[in-house]
């Protein structure tokens, strides 16, 4: 595929990259970043891209990439390191994250449904939340790609329906 082809497919799938940045980002003003930012890192690697790869999957792993890297960036970035001369804030009460204890039983029955699945599920599916690629899923569990996808998704639908049973 030649550099105006490239260019030419990448501006017909805009639409659907803002849709996917703003379900990831649930902003809107983030969402134009993300996507302005992914537009231009895919075409400064056109090279990168094969032939009979899946074009809009392609764009969109590396949408996906660019917000998981710049979430742990925001997260680094947010540690607040105690300097105090006698650490006076780190007995401060911490927060667990979980605002309420609904919130709290929410991702406990989550876990329990995760861990319900079946081991075949199970597995990559935990690696895939865990932030590894199919690609390194794929090699970690000796499996076929189209296996591990496959797995991912049925692991995701499974979910989908334990946790609608329990609301």
Known sequence: ?????????????QDNMFNFALMLTTNREDARDLLQET????LDNHEKYVENVNF?????TIMRNIFINDYRKM???STIIDQTE????????????????????AVQEINNAIKGLN????????????????E???????????????RIFLARKELQCALKEMV
């Open 39 to 42: 537009t231009l890192k895919a």
């Open 119 to 134: 081991k075949d599920l199970k597995i990559p599916f935990s690696l895939y939340v865990a932030g590894y690629k199919y």
């Open 1 to 13: 595929m030649n550099k105006v082809q490239f260019q030419q497919k990448i501006l017909s799938l």
């Open 56 to 60: 809009k999957g392609w764009v969109m």
């Open 75 to 77: 997260i680094t970035n």
């Open 86 to 105: 006698d650490l006076y804030h780190l007995n401060l009460p911490q927060t667990s994250g979980f605002e309420t204890p609904e919130s709290s039983l």
């Open 136 to 150: 390194e899923i794929s090699n970690k569990l000796k499996l076929p790609m189209g296996t591990v996808k496959n």
